[in-house]
C-alpha cells in the first residue's frame, strides 16, 4: 500500500464503486443499505432517525417478495428501520407489532450495509464494506491552513526583510506611533473589535456550511449548535457598543432630536438592506419574505438606542448616570413580561396553552399545526409569514415553515440587545478592571442557571427549551452568559494584561459591516467560492469554505491597511 493509500483518510476518500453501486453518488453524511426480501409477500419499510424527537417511523417503500435493491440513508445520526406485513400507511407507530426491527444503527459515511429480511420474518444488518471517519476532514484542513500560513508568513517576512527593510520598517514605525496615539485619544477598547471581528469571522464560515457538518448548522428545533452562537453574539455586541456611541455623539454637543434622526436612518437602511436581500430569493411582493437577519438587527437597534439616547442626560456624561439603566431594565421586564405572557396566556386554536414545539410529526402527530404554538399565530396575523426557502424543522418534522426571524420572536431578540448595552454602561460606570469582570462573571453565572432551569439542563425537555428559532428566554439567557465568558476572557487577555492584540480579528472587527454584508451579498462567484467534482466530502467543503473565510479575513486586512473604515 502507498503513502497516499494510507493517507487518503484525511480527505475522505471511498472506492468509486462497490459491487454495483457508484459511491461517488453519494452525498455527504449518506451510505447505502442493501434490502433484500427473502420473504414469500411483500412488506413494508419505515424508517426513523434519532434527531426526529419523537416522531413515528415514516414509510421507506414496499419490499415486494425477492426484492434486491440499495436505498441512500442519511449517516449523521443514529438510524432505525422497521418492517411490518401490513402497509402502516405514511407513518408506523410503536403500537403495532413489526416482523423485523433495527434500532438506533450508526453508520458511517460512505459504507454499505445489507439489510435482509428471512423467509422466516427474521433479519439481519450486518456492514458489507466500512466507510470514513468524517471528522479526520477537520485535521486535515486545519494542517493544510496552517502550513499556508506559514508559508504566507515566512513569504511576507522575506519579501520586507529583502526588498524593503528600512523604507517599511520605517514607514510602519510612523503608523504604529499614530495609531497609538490614535488609540490613546479614543481610548477605544480593542476587545469589542476582537469580539465583533471573531463572531463576523465565524458567521462567514458557518453561512458558507462550515463543512456542512451537522453539529456546525443550525438546529432544527431545540438546542444549540455552532451556528447558533454567532447571530446572537453580534446582536449582544451592538448592544454593548450603543452606549458608546450616544455619549461620543453627545460629548461632541449633537443633538438629541439629531442622534434620534441618525439612529432611525440607520435602522431604515438595515431593514431596506434585509428587503434587498429577501428580493434575491423572490421578486413576488404579495409573498416576499418581510422579516429576516438584518431586519431584526433593524427593529432591535432603533428600540435600543433610541432608549440610550433619550435616557442619557448630557450633564452627567462624565459622571454616574445611572437613568440609561434603570429605564432599560424596566423595559427589559416589561419584554420578558410580555413574551411570558403570550407564549402561556395566548390560546392557539387545536393546540394545548404555551406549546412550545415544532408541530407536525413531532409526539407521534399530536400537534400537528402547532407549529410555535403562540410565535406562529402572532406573526401569521401580522402577515410576516412568507418565505421563499424551507426553514428549521420543516423538512425534519414535515410541518409548514415557521420564519426563525418573525416579529415575535424579535421582542425578545430587544431584550437580548437591552443585556448587551448593560455590558457598555458597565464599562463607562466602573473605571477598574476588576470591579467589570466580578460583575460580568456573576451575570454569567446567573444567567446560565437561569436559562438551564427554564430548559430543565437538557436539550428537549424544561419548561422553556433553548430555542433559537422561536428566541426563547432559555436561549437569551444561556447565549447572553457565554457571551459575557466570552467577552470577559477577550477583554482580560487584550486590553487588561495585553497578551494578544486581537489581530486579525481585531481588524476584521473595525470594518464589520462589509464584511457582514459582503458575505450575504457575494454569492456563487469566484474567488470566494469554487467547486471540484461534485463536493460531496466534508473535506472539499471545508477547503471550500475556509478559503471563502480567509478572503474576507484578508479584505479586512488590506481595508485596515488603507484605513478605510465604513460604517451605516
Known amino acids: 500500500m502507498s503513502l497516499l493509500d494510507k493517507m487518503s483518510f484525511l480527505v475522505e476518500y471511498t472506492e468509486p464503486q462497490w459491487r454495483d453501486l457508484d459511491m461517488r453518488s453519494l452525498l455527504v453524511d449518506q451510505a447505502f443499505v442493501y434490502l433484500e426480501s427473502q420473504y414469500p409477500e411483500t412488506t413494508y419499510l419505515y424508517y426513523l432517525t434519532d434527531h426526529c424527537y419523537t416522531c413515528p417511523y415514516s414509510m421507506i417503500k414496499p419490499l415486494p417478495a425477492g426484492n434486491i435493491s440499495a436505498e441512500p440513508v442519511d449517516t449523521a445520526y443514529a438510524a432505525s428501520w422497521k418492517i411490518y406485513s401490513e402497509d402502516q400507511g405514511p407513518y408506523g407507530f410503536d403500537n403495532v407489532s413489526a416482523m423485523c426491527t433495527v434500532s ?60 524593503y527593510a528600512k523604507t517599511i520598517v520605517l514607514a510602519d514605525n510612523a503608523n504604529d506611533e499614530a495609531d497609538e496615539s490614535t488609540q490613546q485619544r479614543k481610548a477605544r477598547l480593542r476587545s469589542l473589535d476582537t469580539f465583533r471581528g471573531l463572531t463576523i469571522v465565524l458567521m462567514i464560515f458557518v453561512n458558507n456550511d462550515g463543512g456542512d457538518y451537522k453539529w456546525i448548522a443550525h438546529a432544527y428545533w431545540n438546542g444549540i449548535n455552532l451556528a447558533d452562537i454567532v447571530y446572537p453574539n453580534y446582536m449582544w455586541m451592538m448592544g454593548v457598543c450603543i452606549p458608546f456611541s450616544i455619549k461620543a455623539q453627545l460629548s461632541r454637543g449633537i443633538s438629541k432630536s439629531t442622534i434620534c434622526w441618525r439612529i432611525f436612518c440607520r435602522a431604515c437602511k438595515l431593514y431596506a438592506l434585509g428587503i434587498f436581500w429577501n428580493s434575491m430569493f423572490s421578486l ?73 414545539g415544532p408541530g407536525g410529526t413531532s409526539q407521534n402527530l399530536a400537534h400537528q399545526l402547532c407549529t410555535g404554538g403562540a410565535a406562529f399565530l402572532v406573526d401569521r396575523l401580522l402577515g410576516t409569514m412568507n418565505l421563499s426557502e424551507a426553514y428549521g424543522a420543516t423538512d425534519l418534522y414535515n410541518t409548514y415553515p415557521f420564519d426563525p426571524e418573525g416579529p415575535f420572536g424579535s421582542v425578545m431578540a430587544v431584550a437580548h440587545v437591552i443585556l448587551g448595552s448593560f455590558v457598555g454602561i458597565s464599562i463607562q460606570l466602573l473605571p477598574a478592571w476588576q470591579s467589570r469582570l466580578k460583575r460580568w462573571l456573576l451575570g454569567a453565572l446567573l444567567l446560565g442557571l437561569l436559562g438551564g432551569g427554564l430548559c430543565g439542563f437538557s436539550k428537549e425537555e424544561g419548561l422553556i427549551p433553548l430555542n433559537k428559532t422561536l428566541w426563547s428566554l432559555s436561549f437569551v439567557c444561556v447565549m447572553v452568559a457565554m457571551s459575557l465568558v466570552l467577552y470577559s476572557l477577550i477583554y482580560y487577555v487584550v486590553d487588561v494584561q495585553q497578551l494578544w492584540s486581537g489581530y486579525p480579528f481585531t481588524e476584521c472587527g473595525m470594518n464589520g459591516i462589509i464584511l457582514f454584508l459582503g458575505h450575504l451579498f457575494i454569492l456563487n462567484v469566484l474567488p470566494w467560492h469554487w467547486a471540484i467534482g461534485a463536493m460531496n466530502t466534508h473535506f472539499l467543503r471545508l477547503c471550500e469554505n475556509v478559503w471563502c473565510t480567509m478572503i474576507w479575513v484578508a479584505i479586512a486586512l488590506y481595508l485596515h491597511k488603507r484605513k478605510f473604515y465604513y460604517h451605516l
Open 284 to 356: 413576488q411582493l404579495e409573498s416576499m419574505r418581510q422579516m429576516g437577519v438584518l431586519q431584526r438587527l433593524g427593529i432591535s437597534y432603533l428600540v435600543v438606542a433610541l432608549l440610550q439616547t433619550l435616557c442619557t442626560r448630557r450633564k452627567l456624561l462624565d459622571g454616574r448616570d445611572l437613568l440609561p439603566f434603570c429605564v432599560q431594565l424596566i423595559v427589559f421586564l416589561a419584554l420578558v413580561a410580555t413574551y411570558l405572557g403570550v407564549t402561556f396566556g395566548l390560546p392557539v386554536p387545536n393546540c394545548p396553552l404555551g406549546y412550545l
Open 104 to 163: 438506533r444503527a450508526r453508520l458511517e459515511e460512505f459504507s454499505v450495509h445489507n439489510l435482509t429480511l428471512f423467509a422466516n420474518g427474521s433479519c439481519n444488518f450486518v456492514m458489507d464494506k466500512p466507510g470514513v471517519n468524517v471528522n479526520y476532514a477537520f485535521l486535515s484542513v486545519f494542517l493544510i491552513t496552517a502550513a499556508f500560513l506559514l508559508l504566507l508568513k515566512l513569504f511576507c517576512y522575506g519579501w520586507r526583510r529583502y526588498r
